[in-house]
């Protein structure tokens, strides 16, 4: 069975922090590893990453694939309380299969 | 046009009502998804339907009726529901057009309340 798992599950940092959030996976033909965020309603697109080693960034935020040891992390520098949401990692294998991991809850105090 | 459009954005019905969620996207999508979305949960996928068909079916209780009239639209029909089965409905499209480079575009959802 495919299985996503990102840490922490929940995190609470000051404005102006940089947060790490990991997502580790096993799954069964892997083709990509999406990060999304959600805020209160549908998780809007952040990432999408297919090769190893290649950094996607977007202003503050940034992530990186290492195909070999299975996890991907997501970087966001100089936090702000906008960034406050869940973090969602999905992993994309098989034919049109996407697994969720269980999200991370970012919370950015002023 | 770059959205998936979901209606409604709330519903409440009844135990015994007959309602249905709409889903739209006009992007050339030929890969739509439902998911089921509780509080503080990651989205739990319902169904696939890729070029019309139904394709993953994730033992979802038969009170959910998914159909598909065509590439640009997909439904969700709800019949006999529970309370438990109050959620925020996701519909998600992607494009098949390039290996690997499936990006599922999420619409806003339909938050529903069973009562």
């Known amino acids: 069975e495919d299985k996503v798992v990102q840490s922490p599950l929940s995190l609470v940092v000051h404005e102006g922090d940089t947060v790490t959030l990991n997502c580790s996976y096993e799954v069964t033909n892997f083709r990509s590893l999406l990060w999304y965020k959600q805020e209160k309603k549908a998780p809007t697109f952040l990432f999408m990453l297919?090769?190893?080693?290649i950094e996607k960034k977007s202003g503050r935020l940034s992530s990186i694939l290492d195909k070999k040891e299975l996890f991907s992390i997501l970087n966001i520098t100089a936090t702000q309380t906008g960034d406050s949401a869940i973090y969602l990692c999905a992993v994309l294998s098989g034919y049109s299969t996407l697994t969720f991991g269980k999200g991370t809850m970012l919370l950015v105090s002023p | 046009d770059t959205e998936v459009t979901q209606t409604p954005k709330h519903l409440v019905m009844g135990m015994t009502n007959k309602k249905s969620l709409k889903c739209e996207q006009h992007m050339g999508h030929r890969a739509m998804y439902w998911y089921k979305q509780k509080a503080k949960k990651p989205p739990e996928l319902m169904f696939v339907y890729s070029y019309e068909k139904l394709s993953i079916n994730e033992s979802v209780p038969s009170r959910f009726s998914p159909e598909c009239p065509n590439s640009s639209l997909l439904n969700l029909h709800l019949h006999a529901l529970q309370p438990e089965d109050s959620a925020l409905y996701l519909c998600?499209?992607?494009?098949?057009?390039?290996?690997?480079?499936?990006?599922?575009?999420f619409g806003a959802g339909s938050r529903l309340t069973v009562l």
């Open positions: 297919t090769s190893s080693g």
């Open positions: 998600a499209s992607t494009s098949f057009a390039v290996a690997g480079a499936n990006v599922l575009t």
